[in-house]
């Protein structure tokens, strides 16, 4: 019997039960696999038959994990990742030589950045940044010699979308590769694939864990971009642990049903900071004020879970609020069950100039919020004690 509805694919794609008869994926805690013979390893190295040769390579723990997410997002293929840096930096190097161009969307996550603005231009990789609020100039900016657009929609942490149909088309006509990070979406709220991007990254470290306790990432694609994907890894090493491959891929079972629930505290929270006397903005995408609420509408399936907010009184006033939280943790982590705070301007985006940081939507009084899934009524008192006494 064949599912297409996504929380079966989530909890049944599983790895061929064992003789032993488990209910549960098992641990292939191995670094290497045995061969029945000196043919079959023959063969194997020769990548004339599959199997698993090293766990560098691929463990069965990893291919249920890959096998999931490719279900999820409608890819053909994949790779996972120690981290989702690996996982980012495997998703463009591949790609790209000395002499090519890339076009980056400024509103991505900081790391990101500084892949691209600091190793790249060692290799002789030239960039281009794209503004986020000025799609109209994205066409002027390609190049003769630009290889692949990199964006992140929702982006961190403004929360700014990109028109993900409108953006694969205009890379189409150029033959360029589109490269999506869809992190705060998640497959289940958004699927870049379809809608015509190449590539799709992952922290798996986020709301695919949910728990905060394992680090990886993904990159999804077609198996012939994949397989420049594999060869590079296989030789530079960025391999995910099983055991977080298992951590991830029993993750996935309740990623729907925690999405909901982060996307429903979300809105509640974004609607009471909304009304707030001493909230400047608010950015949440199923917000109906959010300036590009009809696309969230047409392309996402709910918001998030990331609220985005300017409080009044600058950044003294932010480390005031976050040192007034009691139940929130105060970590640069999201996507947690549990909810957290951070001020973007002295962490997460601290190596950026006061400019640079204003361009991407990151004020000096910036707020996100991770929301978790405590009872909303709950996050909506702890947020609101923290602005009383913050002042």
């Known amino acids: 019997m064949e599912y297409t509805n996504f929380e079966t694919l989530a909890i049944r794609t599983q790895t061929e039960r064992s003789q032993n008869r488990e209910h549960s994926a098992p641990i292939y805690m191995t670094s290497s696999f045995v061969f029945e013979d000196a043919e079959q390893a023959r063969a194997m190295f020769a990548d ?20 999931k997410m490719c279900l999820m997002e409608g890819a053909e293929d994949g790779f996972a990742t120690a981290s989702g840096m690996s996982a980012v930096f495997s998703s463009m190097a591949p790609f790209l030589n000395s002499g090519d161009h890339i076009l980056l969307c400024k509103s991505v996550f900081g790391s990101s950045l500084q892949i691209v603005t600091q190793i790249f231009p060692k290799w002789g990789i030239e960039y281009t940044f794209a503004p986020i609020d000025k799609p109209e100039t994205w066409e002027s900016l390609i190049k003769p010699n630009t290889k692949m657009v990199m964006i992140e929609t929702p982006s961190n942490p403004a929360l700014d979308l990109i028109d993900l149909e409108w953006l694969s088309s205009l890379c189409k006509k150029h033959k360029i ?30 709301f695919i864990d949910g728990q905060g306790r394992a680090i990886g990432g993904i990159i999804l694609a077609s198996k012939e971009l994949i397989k420049q994907v ?44 909304e009304q707030h006397p001493d909230v400047e903005l608010v950015k949440y995408p199923f917000l109906p004020s959010h300036p590009q609420y009809q696309l969230a509408k047409k392309q996402m399936r709910a918001g ?7 409080i009044k009184g600058g950044v003294d006033r932010g480390r005031k609020f976050l040192n007034a939280t009691e139940m929130a943790s105060h970590s640069a982590n999201l996507g947690d069950t549990r909810t957290i705070v951070t001020h973007p301007a002295s962490t997460t985006h601290s190596k950026l100039s006061d400019a640079d940081r204003e361009s991407v939507g990151i004020f000096p009084g910036t707020i996100r919020i991770s929301v978790g899934l405590e009872h909303s009524d709950d996050i909506i008192a702890e947020i609101r004690q923290a602005l009383e006494n913050s002042k």
């Open 177 to 206: 590769l589109l490269n999506v990070d869809n992190c705060f979406a998640t497959p289940y709220l958004q699927n870049p694939i379809k809608l015509g991007a190449d590539i799709v990254t992952h922290s798996a470290t986020k």
């Open 230 to 273: 594999r060869f590079f890894c296989r030789h530079t090493g960025p391999a995910l642990s099983p055991f977080n491959s298992w951590i991830f891929s029993k993750s996935l079972e309740t990623l729907a049903v925690r999405m909901d629930r982060h996307c429903e505290n979300a809105l509640k929270l974004a609607t009471f900071l």
């Open 48 to 67: 004339e038959v599959g199997g698993n040769l090293y766990t560098r390579f691929s463990n069965p723990n990893n291919s249920e994990f890959i096998e």
């Open 304 to 310: 998030g879970g990331i609220v985005t907010f300017i």
